[in-house]
């Protein structure tokens, strides 16, 4: 699918406009995203003389998940966004669920990448594809996204956080880091607060201003521990003030009878409910990112 256009507009929306376009507004397909493990349309949504891009994800075009076999990825989807709107970060596009040209599904803002962002992403590298010897002898840095790099050597240098090895060709390993940069930080949290098993790089999305996305939260809020992402450079590490903040606020936000919490009764199951009551306070608690568990992959594959 070619890299979508840019659309103008006469003035930006946000908050319930935003919303409202997406819920209410005509869904035009332009086309499929290629390599997704689900069905992913490319689309533009039109109301009131306002139009953006956006995803269109139909429950018909679901993969079935042997571990989670209650509800569908759309709603999981939808439920990362209003976990996120409520943590007041922002970091899920807005997202609803919706009817479409293929039945129901979610409708997510298009995050389009910044110039910067786009130059640097455009042939996208993968662990094992050629960092060779020469880097290696150097101690380079080579970026595989902006945010996500291989370094050799065995510490993470100035401004990254190690997250494990990986190896990179003939017997070869480098040391895979992400970036330490407080948007990723905050990801973090909201991720061990969602479940999240599936934090890959090309979930990261940079948008206009700098403002960090993530998208693909269909595998999220499992009753059991699934845990599985890039972001585990903070392990173990006391949260920060702001984070400890804003899990208080999540606390209160998902007691019974709220409106959150009601929200999300629609939306997972009464298990996975309590489950994420359970995570949120087993965060307060601690005080800490949390660790790999050892029970289950801590990262996924492919990382990018």
């Keep these: 699918m070619p890299a979508p256009e840019r659309i103008p507009s006469r003035h930006l929306l946000s908050g319930d406009g935003l919303r409202t376009l997406l819920a209410e507004g005509e869904l035009t397909v332009l086309g499929q995203v290629r390599g997704a493990s689900n069905a992913v349309l490319h689309c533009t949504v039109s ?11 139909p429950v018909a075009g679901e993969q079935p998940l042997w571990d989670f076999p209650d509800g569908t990825l759309a709603q999981r989807e939808a439920a990362a966004y209003e976990i996120s709107e409520a943590t007041g970060w922002g970091l899920v596009p807005p997202t609803v669920l919706r009817d479409g040209p293929y039945g129901r599904g979610t409708c997510q803002l298009w995050i389009e990448a910044d110039d910067a ?3 640097d992403e455009a042939a996208p590298a993968a662990p094992g594809d050629g960092f060779g010897a020469a880097d290696e002898a150097a101690g380079a840095l080579r970026l595989l996204t902006p945010l996500l790099a291989l370094v050799a050597g065995e510490e993470a240098p100035k401004g990254w956080k190690a997250i494990g090895f990986a190896e990179v060709g003939q017997g070869r390993t480098a040391l895979l880091v992400h970036a330490d940069d ?10 061990a607060v969602l479940n999240n098993g599936d934090r890959k790089g090309g979930h990261l999305l940079s948008g206009p201003g700098g403002r960090l996305y993530g998208i693909d939260h269909g595998v999220t809020f499992n009753a059991e521990d699934k845990l599985r992402t890039l972001l585990w450079g903070w392990a173990g590490e006391p949260l920060t003030a702001e984070a400890a903040a ?10 019974p009878g709220t ?11 009464s298990a996975e409910l309590d489950a994420l009551r359970a995570r949120v306070g087993a965060l307060r608690a601690s005080g800490r990112h949390p660790v790999p568990g050892g029970e289950w992959p801590a990262i996924p594959w492919p990382p990018v």
């Design 47 to 57: 109301h009131a003389g306002e139009e953006r891009l956006c995803a269109y994800k």
């Design 117 to 119: 962002q786009e130059a």
């Design 182 to 191: 407080p948007r990723l930080r905050r990801l973090a949290v909201l991720d």
């Design 246 to 255: 804003v899990l208080d606020r999540l606390a209160a936000g998902l007691e």
């Design 259 to 269: 409106p959150l919490a009601t929200r999300m009764g629609e939306l997972i199951t």
